[in-house]
């Protein structure tokens, strides 16, 4: 009954325990839910020390550990894209608390696969993204970064094999839409920061002068 409630009603019953919603501040997430979530609090690094890092700095709101860890699956494959909603505000708080001025970045989503986009509906990167966005009253370009092949999904790959997986599956569309502006790549889940370096990578390539990252949350490796 719950879940049929959570359907029919989501701002009724909390998008997390799917139990009654009792926060007046938040239209998502009921007060005990808030306080157990795992916040993150430390720099994002990639898991290959070795590697180079095109990116100025990655952060993230979450660390990816007990209960965030449902509501993000939700997000990528339980076809609920209202929990964007929900989650982006610990985002837009992780990089009000950061030294780099937003002002006039362009956010850019990790474009998803053509084949994963139509499986779900819709990118969780590019929703995310948006709200961000609209809340900080900053510009999404969503065309910016194409993805040029389709990837294995890499959960069972090493991080070696995550970066042969990705090598060349992103382009950017058009240098002159790049060079000298700042950027902040958005996504979901930071494992080993193997995709968002190379769309990093990428921009720079093409003349950006700064990259940094935001996702909801982060691997602990």
Known sequence: MK???????????????????????????????????????????????????????????????????????????????????????????????TEAVLGDFVLVPVPLCKKRYRKRGYNQAELLANHIAEDMGLVVDTNVLVRTKNTAPQKQMSVKERQENLRGAFAVKDDADVQGKKFLIVDDVFTSGTTVNECARVLKQSGAKEVHVIVLARVVN
């Open 3 to 97: 879940r049929v409630l959570g359907f029919l009603f989501p701002n009724c019953t909390c998008f997390v325990c799917l139990g009654e919603l009792n926060a007046t501040d938040n239209g998502f997430m009921c007060v005990k839910c808030a306080e157990d979530l795992s916040i993150n609090t430390e720099p994002l690094a990639l898991a290959d020390t070795k590697a180079k890092k095109f990116f100025k700095a990655a952060h993230s709101a979450f660390v990816y550990d007990g209960l965030i860890v449902p509501v993000i699956l939700r997000l990528k494959y339980g076809d609920n894209a209202q929990v964007a909603e929900g989650l982006y505000p610990y985002m837009v708080a992780t990089l009000l608390k």
